[in-house]
T-cell receptor, first 115, second 118 residues
Framework: DGGITQSPKYLFRKEGQNVTLSCEQNLNHDAMYWYRQDPGQGLRLIYYSQIVNDFQKGDIAEGYSVSREKKESFPLTVTSAQKNPTAFYLC??????????????FGEGSWLTVV | AQKITQTQPGMFVQEKEAVTLDCTYDTSDQSYGLFWYKQPSSGEMIFLIYQGSYDEQNATEGRYSLNFQKARKSANLVISASQLGDSAMYFCAMREGYNAGNNRKLIWGLGTSLAVNP
């Protein structure tokens, strides 16, 4: 089945540790995104990538890093510099970012908790 | 300023009845797209329906329809014949057309929580 797979579903991090959230898609989409969701704040864009080996910061990129070495994969690393990382993280993809009508499809999300 | 406004934090509807979830938007672009997503308690964000700014007819997808009133800048979601499984958060989002420096990311509302009562 075509779709977006995020792992792990639940992740616990100790303060000071880096953690990496995996995102893989088999939709042959060029564009991929990472969003963060906190209660009552809707979705906020962390990073996005329009093409392999290229990515741009979103609205809240500080404390996060990404890579896009393959079209199918867009991992997100939450670094120790992110002061409040406990949140729900959603990965998404779309055919491209050039048309206003291109639908963004989401994975099932990853819950990150700092302990 | 908020570009997407969902004024109903929570809504209740009786099973099998129709419900309208409000969404107003603000843009100066002529070309834009409007989206609705459903997020059940499991967390996954599920695409429901899309309306383009140049589409003359309201979009429909099964029990979902989008009441698009361009002059009012509103894009309300109508769910007909509500089912218990419709209980979820619903988000309205907009993607504006191309402008220099505009990465055309989605702009999100804060969502409406819908509860369907048996």
């Amino acid at each position: 089945d075509g779709g977006i797979t995020q792992s792990p579903k639940y992740l616990f991090r100790k303060e000071g540790q880096n953690v990496t959230l995996s995102c893989e898609q088999n939709l042959n989409h060029d564009a991929m995104y990472w969003y963060r969701q906190d209660p009552g704040q809707g979705l906020r864009l962390i990073y996005y990538s329009q093409i392999v080996n290229d990515f741009q910061k979103g609205d809240i990129a500080e404390g996060y890093s990404v890579s896009r070495e393959k079209k199918e994969s867009f991992p997100l690393t939450v670094t120790s510099a992110q002061k409040n990382p406990t949140a729900f993280y959603l990965c998404a993809s779309s055919a491209d970012t050039y048309h206003s009508g291109n639908t963004i499809y989401f994975g099932e999300g990853s819950w990150l908790t700092v302990v | 300023a908020q570009k997407i406004t969902q004024t109903q934090p929570g809504m209740f509807v009786q099973e099998k009845e129709a419900v309208t979830l409000d969404c107003t938007y603000d843009t100066s672009d002529q070309s834009y797209g409007l989206f609705w997503y459903k997020q059940p308690s499991s967390g996954e964000m599920i695409f429901l329906i899309y309306q383009g700014s140049y589409d003359e007819q309201n979009a429909t997808e099964g029990r979902y329809s989008l009441n698009f009133q361009k002059a009012r800048k509103s894009a309300n979601l109508v769910i007909s014949a509500s089912q218990l499984g419709d209980s979820a958060m619903y988000f309205c989002a907009m993607r504006e057309g191309y402008n220099a420096g505009n990465n055309r990311k989605l702009i999100w509302g804060l969502g409406t929580s819908l509860a369907v009562n048996p």
